[in-house]
């Protein structure tokens, strides 16, 4: 069974930062091109950035240079340090894998971390 946990969200100031974690269930983990998502009220969910198995990263134009990706293989985690936050990367955050151009099946959906970002 796969199942991803988030973890970290919370309510934080613009310009703060914020450090969300995951955690898989998968043996397959270490295969997977793994992924953060979020999705904010009345909006699509969108990937912010994405990491292969072996440390390639990719960022959505509006987190570059402001959102950093890592995995570690060995325990089966993975993080988004998040600085700089704005009010528009308020949102529920998920992880999931991302795999390019393929359908994620609905059953890997986690409950997410609510990131606010509000003064």
């Known amino acids: 069974q796969v199942q991803f ?3 970290g969200g919370g309510l934080v100031q613009p ?3 914020l450090r969300l974690s995951c955690a898989a269930s998968s043996i397959m983990f ?3 091109r793994m992924g953060w998502y979020r999705q904010a009220p009345g909006k699509q969910r969108e990937l912010v950035a994405a990491i292969a198995g072996v440390g390639n990263t990719d960022y959505a134009d509006s987190v570059k240079d402001r959102f950093t990706i890592s995995r570690d293989n060995a325990k089966k985690t993975m993080s988004l340090q998040m600085n700089s936050l704005k009010p528009e ?3 529920v955050y ?3 894998i991302a795999p390019p151009g393929a ?3 609905s059953a890997y959906w986690g409950q ?3 990131v606010t970002v509000s003064s």
């Open 112 to 114: 997410g971390t609510q």
């Open 30 to 32: 270490n295969f997977w």
């Open 103 to 105: 359908p994620i099946p």
């Open 94 to 96: 998920y992880c999931n």
């Open 89 to 91: 990367d308020t949102a």
């Open 15 to 17: 310009g703060g930062s």
């Open 5 to 7: 946990v988030e973890s």
